[in-house]
């Protein structure tokens, strides 16, 4: 249920400008993953390479391989959805679909694949919904709209969509940077359940986040405004928080980041 | 600042935020004169539509009395005749067909086209068909008309022989000619003129598909078509309701075009394609110059009823909205 991530030399593009260079580095199954830096740094546009979501925007493409347990996604013949449907992503903003129900929102993703018998669909939206710690919050309203929820909900709501169709990875993009403390906890929380089956990813502009959550901590930064992004060090989160080996790593964990 | 000018200087003397003493109401005349123009023009809606409503039915009234045959089941049109005699079936049927046979048409190929202009189609490209889809809006409707008339009605002759000949077991396509003016014909046209409006609403409402939306769905693992089915119709069902509803306005009261398209029979008749076809506005435009008082009191008994046909299918555009409100965010 988990797979390892390989990117060799990934290169993104908006149009002709590069906002990721030869991005170069393997993510391990089952565990979770932090992207930090400065905004701008391309870290997200990295995660959005991971399950081709970058190349949805116009003019937007990819470069380089990335590899999910040696497949590479970016071969010509690899259909673009499946690789969508094993990499899973949460966004920024939670972003439950307005028009449907709680239940629809949870199960877009199956009848996506086809799936369309009722037990089915009722026990899978019961599995993802529990795995997303919102269950007992909305087992009795299950028929409401999905926009009805609070902020921090929705987004579980959105955890719930996402691994609803049983994805090997789940991205998150600052899934948090919308969310209260509250509800930033039982995000955090669920991460650190989800990595038993998942391997995760996350791009946050929260340290203490990163810390607390992940195990391994990649830092992405620019040199200056226009530059591409570029992952500048890359180690287990410990290290990185403790005894970074790049002075630039450094400055920015510690607040000296110029 | 000294005690003094904390006293003596006027409001606003010292910048927006008001260091001094707070004014006394000077602003609210003006947010007062406001808001009773606001109000004033909102109410203008109100009693232009009851006057309309007055008129309608004041000047209805007398030719009512005078009709010797049922107003409501009775097809045919002897308003000038002593005793009159007319009825508002076979148009307001004519009326209703005509415009649901327009939508029919027209509806899933604006749709298709605004898809295509949001969502498929290369920037430039859908800019420059956008421009051409404005300019057909900007045709009048006289030339619609007379295009359809002159030079339309020949293919559709054609098309119409076909049908018959192919698929003449359908009772709609059991008209064996001669092929003119049918109501095929008027509608066809019809939904070209439709065409425009419900495309360039609908365009608006598929733009306005919040990006999240969609890559929502494109994570999941969605093909574009998917897509658009699990993220821009859902959310933009409400507005295309209100596009055909538009159309259909449009539809309801087109007059002249289909003056000059249909063949002015009055008869219920489920005959596509036979010389026939006639509706309430088509009937007003092609009678009136003719009519005497009783005769043009009885048209505007009949533009009553129009008028009445086009607010039932308002408020039930509105009901059907209104009803799915708490899906899409309180906003429609």
Redesign the interface.
């Given at each position: 249920m988990a797979k390892r991530i390989e990117a060799v030399n990934v290169s993104a593009y908006y149009g002709s400008f590069r906002a990721i260079d030869n991005i170069t580095m393997t993510i391990e199954p089952k565990s979770v993953t932090a992207l930090i830096g400065p905004s701008g740094c391309g870290k997200s546009t990295f995660l959005r390479s991971i399950n081709r979501m970058h190349e949805v925007l116009p003019g937007a493409k990819v470069d380089g391989q990335l590899m999910i347990d040696g497949q590479n996604i970016y071969d010509r013949d690899i259909d673009v959805t499946a690789v969508r449907r094993t990499i899973g992503m949460v966004f920024q903003r939670p972003n439950p679909f307005p028009t449907m129900s709680i239940y629809d929102n949870v199960v877009a993703g199956l009848k996506l694949n086809g799936v369309r018998r009722k037990a089915a669909l009722d026990d899978a939206c019961e599995k993802a919904l529990r795995g997303a710690n919102l269950w007992n919050e909305v087992k009795d309203r299950l028929n409401r709209p999905g926009a009805g929820l609070s902020g921090g909900q929705q987004q579980r709501l959105c955890i719930a969509r996402a691994i609803a169709v049983e994805p090997q990875v789940v991205l998150m993009d600052e899934p948090c940077s919308a969310l209260d403390p509250i509800s930033t906890l039982a995000i955090e929380d669920l991460i650190a359940e989800l990595k038993n089956q998942y391997t995760i990813v996350i791009v946050t502009h929260n340290m203490q986040q990163a810390a607390r959550v992940s195990d391994r901590t990649g830092f992405f930064s620019i040199d200056s405004t226009g530059e591409p992004g570029r992952l500048i060090e890359y180690d287990d989160t410990a290290k990185i928080f403790t005894n970074p080996s790049v002075k630039r790593t450094e400055d920015y964990i510690t607040g000296r980041f110029g | 600042m000294s005690q003094q000018s904390l006293t003596t200087t006027p409001a606003g003397a010292q910048g927006a935020g008001g260091g001094g003493a707070l004014p006394r109401g000077s602003r609210l005349g003006a947010e007062k004169l406001f808001r009773g123009l606001a109000t004033a023009a909102g109410s203008t809606v109100l009693v232009i539509i009851v006057a309309i409503a007055a008129f309608l039915i004041v000047q209805a009234v007398p030719a009512l009395r005078a009709d010797s045959e049922n107003f409501f089941t009775f097809q045919s049109w002897f308003a000038n005749d002593d005793p009159p005699k007319f009825g508002i079936a076979a148009i307001a049927f004519g009326t209703v067909l005509t415009s649901a046979l327009a939508l029919i048409m027209a509806v899933p190929v604006a749709l298709g086209i605004a898809l295509c202009l949001t969502h498929y189609a290369h920037?430039r490209v859908a800019s420059t068909l956008g421009f051409f889809i404005d300019l057909l809006a900007a045709v009048p409707s006289v030339v619609f008309g007379l295009w359809g008339r002159d030079y339309f009605r020949g293919p559709v002759g054609d098309f119409s022989k076909f049908l018959h000949d192919h698929f003449g077991w359908i009772p709609l396509f059991g008209g064996g000619g001669p092929y003119g003016n049918s109501i095929l014909l008027g509608s066809i046209v019809l939904a070209i003129m439709v065409l425009p409006i419900v495309t360039s609403l609908s365009r608006e409402v598929f733009a306005q598909t919040?990006a999240?939306?969609e890559?929502?769905?494109?994570?999941?693992?969605?093909?574009k078509w998917?897509m658009i089915r699990?993220?821009v119709l859902?959310?933009g069902?409400p507005g295309i309701i209100a596009s055909v509803m538009l159309g259909l306005g449009r539809a309801l009261g087109e007059t002249i075009a289909l003056a000059l398209t249909l063949g002015a029979v009055y008869n219920v008749s489920f005959d596509l394609l036979g010389t026939g076809g006639n509706t309430i506005a088509a009937n007003i435009a092609l009678k009136f110059a003719e009519a005497n008082p009783t005769g043009r009191s009885a048209l505007i008994a009949s533009g009553l009823v129009l008028f009445a046909i086009t607010l039932v299918v308002n408020m039930t555009a509105r009901a059907i909205v209104y009803r799915?409100r708490?899906?899409?965010?309180g906003a429609a």
């Open positions: - | 920037r919040p999240q939306n890559e929502a769905a494109l994570a999941l693992g969605a093909t998917e699990t993220a859902p959310y069902k799915r708490e899906f899409v965010g």
